[in-house]
Nanobody, 123 residues
């Protein structure tokens, strides 16, 4: 069983930047495809960014150009940097992982989920 723990959430001014981190209980960033999803109040969960075994990144069209996902210095960490944050991007952000590669943002294909970290962007 893989356990994931997110950190880095909090409050940010609209237009500002934020960095989220996800630490896994095992070699998640080297052995798993990992991704970030978010869920705004009253809405469904949507994919934000994914990173495959070889480091290939995939981004949602709505945020591409403003987000970067990378593997951290350890084999169990990934990070996501978001800039030019918008108020509508206020949401709970979740880290997810799966053993199968592909690097896509299909929510149902991810087996392991963290508890989430809240991000609030205000004007």
């Amino acid at each position: 069983q893989v356990q994931l723990a997110e950190s880095g959430g909090g409050s940010v001014q609209a237009g500002g930047s934020l960095r989220l981190s996800c630490v896994g209980s095992t070699r998640t960033s080297s052995d798993y495809c990992m991704a970030w999803f978010r869920q705004a109040p009253g809405k469904g969960r949507e994919g934000v960014a994914a990173i495959d075994f070889d480091g290939t990144a995939t981004y949602a069209e709505s945020i591409e150009g403003r987000v970067t996902i990378v593997k951290g210095p350890n084999k169990n960490t990934i990070e996501m940097q978001m800039k030019s944050m918008k108020t509508k991007e206020t949401a709970m952000y979740y880290c997810a992982a799966r053993l199968r590669g592909g690097g896509d943002l299909g929510e149902t294909r991810y087996n392991y989920w963290g508890q989430g970290t809240q991000v609030t962007a205000s004007s």
